[in-house]
């Protein structure tokens, strides 16, 4: 069986350059304005001395961060459908749930002031002479920004969302095995059998994966019961590809790095 071979190049000449990741944080920003004006509507807008939503609109697109006041308006409703604010939105044209639930999962026990200072620090990161009075930010809150920069953690939560739609986890029961760093992030549990899953995110519809030393071992010793799961096309409508024994069937490249890590010690002290 001829094995898949992975466009590492891509990856590393393509979607890191420059304005492919001035792009993602610009759709990263919008995301959290979509959340923000769904979820908390007149309130969030005023936190940035906007009365109506239509001069909201506005502001962004001064801004630079939307090419139309419709792009704005349309994030918004890409997110109205999760939340109870009476508005249906367009759910049919766009799959956001996961990023809601992402987001959520940073920044959802803010209230909308806590969270419009939240977003004015995010725009002001992206871009500092935008002029917007802001506190200080927070270490907790610089943290955050850098998970919600994760293609990895976008991915992880669309596949909670929607692994049963992969035919072979359809009947299966999720456990979350990321916090143990064993090579796989999440077991599903199909009858008596017990399948590992490995996630893989990428903004395109292409581009190249990178799996540990760790992983590959557990995909090795698994076998057929280790799936590689990307989801691509994140930053439109995102698609999963479900991939088992993924050792046999693509055809990773070794590439070797070397890193260095400094530790401070102390001498031996009396405690």
């Not at 792009?23 to 995301?31: F, R, Y």
């Not at 999720?174 to 017990?194: C, H, P």
Request: net charge positive; proline share 3%.
């Amino acid at each position: 069986m001829k094995k898949r071979a992975i466009p590492w190049l891509y990856l590393q000449t393509n979607f890191n350059s420059p304005i492919m990741q001035e792009d993602k944080k610009i759709s990263e920003v919008l995301n959290l304005i979509g959340y923000g004006l769904a979820k908390f509507d007149v309130g969030f807008i005023r936190e940035f001395n906007c009365q109506t939503k239509s001069a909201f609109y506005g502001y962004i697109v001064e801004l630079g961060l939307a090419k139309t006041i419709k792009a704005v308006s349309n994030r918004q409703d890409s997110f109205d459908p999760y939340f109870d604010n009476g508005r249906k939105g367009w759910w049919q044209r766009s799959q956001r749930k996961h990023i809601k639930i992402f987001i959520d999962s940073l920044f959802g026990k803010e209230d909308s002031k806590t969270f419009a200072e939240t977003v004015k620090a995010y725009m002001k990161n992206l871009n500092p002479n935008f002029d917007l009075k802001i506190k200080e930010i927070s270490p907790v809150t610089i943290s955050k920004f850098k998970q919600l920069q994760s293609t990895g953690h976008e991915a992880e939560y669309y596949f909670m969302e929607n692994y049963r739609s992969i035919g072979q986890f359809e009947k299966g029961i999720i456990e979350d095995a990321r916090l143990w760093g064993d090579g796989y992030d999440f077991q599903i549990k199909v009858s008596t059998n017990f399948l590992l899953s490995e996630v893989k995110g990428l903004q395109n519809n292409s581009g190249g994966i990178r799996v540990t030393e760790n992983e590959y071992k557990k995909a090795s010793e698994y076998l057929d019961r280790y799936f590689l799961v990307v989801v691509s096309n994140l930053s439109n409508i995102p698609k999963m590809t479900a991939i088992s024994n993924p050792i046999q069937e693509l055809d990773f490249q070794i590439r070797r790095t070397v890193s260095s890590q400094k530790n401070y010690h102390t001498k031996s002290l009396k405690w």
